[in-house]
């Protein structure tokens, strides 16, 4: 019932910026924390950051703390990712999710990230 909706890949260079958004929709009501995750080629799914819709706390893995940032817009339903300072090993699809206390976790299709050398 939860849907989701990733916008904002792209190409970028090594030092570089790029924005992600997502958007959830459906049975928003019930949903208490919005974030991202990626993955690599040949590598597993890995947490990047979340947000709690109610209040705004925050959590990031260790590897983007200090150069990502995620924010929120809950009239929008919508959370942002800004990524900066950008690594060759940011390069990832990143995967949009939403925790829903009534029906669990969601996942979006994903957009790709590409971190050029």
């Known amino acids: 019932q939860v849907q989701l909706a990733e916008s904002g890949g ?7 910026s790029l924005r992600l958004s997502c ?4 049975r928003t009501f019930t949903v208490y924390t919005m974030g991202w995750s ?7 799914r890995e947490f990047v950051a979340h ?3 109610s209040g705004g706390g925050t959590t990031y893995a260790d590897s983007v703390k200090g150069r990502f940032t995620i924010s929120k817009d809950n009239a929008r339903n919508t959370v942002i990712l800004e990524m900066n300072n950008l ?6 699809v990143y995967y949009c999710t939403a925790y829903d206390t009534t029906t669990g976790q969601n996942w979006g299709q994903g957009t ?6």
């Open 10 to 16: 792209g190409l970028v260079q090594a030092g570089g």
């Open 23 to 26: 958007t959830v929709s459906g």
């Open 38 to 44: 990626r993955q690599a080629p040949g590598q597993e």
């Open 51 to 53: 947000i709690i819709l």
């Open 87 to 92: 690594r060759p090993e940011d390069t990832a």
């Open 112 to 117: 790709q990230v590409t971190v050029s050398s």
